[in-house]
């Protein structure tokens, strides 16, 4: 099982940009997948989850400026961040039941 996660960058406070986990080796369509970030110096921590059904949960602070959503056509799960903030930087995860992807770094600054 591969978890690969892409789409950060650089983007100015306000800005967005959209994360993409691409899944393989599994069956995708039937698992829920979470995003976690990790800002520096800080614990991991939960971002925002979607069931198989396409129900959606979200960390206090992302509410309203994020979306996840996923496509089991193509094994994918996004997270669009809009409205981005200082403290939004870090390395954000994808996670699948014990399968972690290797990280895609969000940098917010101006």
């Known amino acids: 099982v591969q978890l690969q996660a892409s789409g950060g960058g650089l983007v100015q406070p306000g800005g967005s940009l959209r994360l993409s986990c691409a899944a393989s080796?599994?069956?995708?369509?039937?698992?829920?997948v979470a995003w976690y970030r990790q800002a520096p110096g800080k614990q991991r921590e939960f971002v925002a989850s979607i069931t198989s059904r396409g129900s959606t949960n979200y960390e206090d602070s992302v509410k309203g400026r994020f979306t996840c959503s996923r496509d089991n056509a193509k094994n994918t799960v996004y997270l669009q961040m809009n409205s981005l903030k200082y403290e939004d930087t870090a390395v954000y995860y994808c996670?699948?039941?014990?399968?972690w992807g290797q990280g895609t770094l969000v940098t917010v600054s101006s």
């Open positions: 996670n699948m039941q014990r399968y």
């Open positions: 080796g599994i069956i995708f369509s039937t698992k829920s």
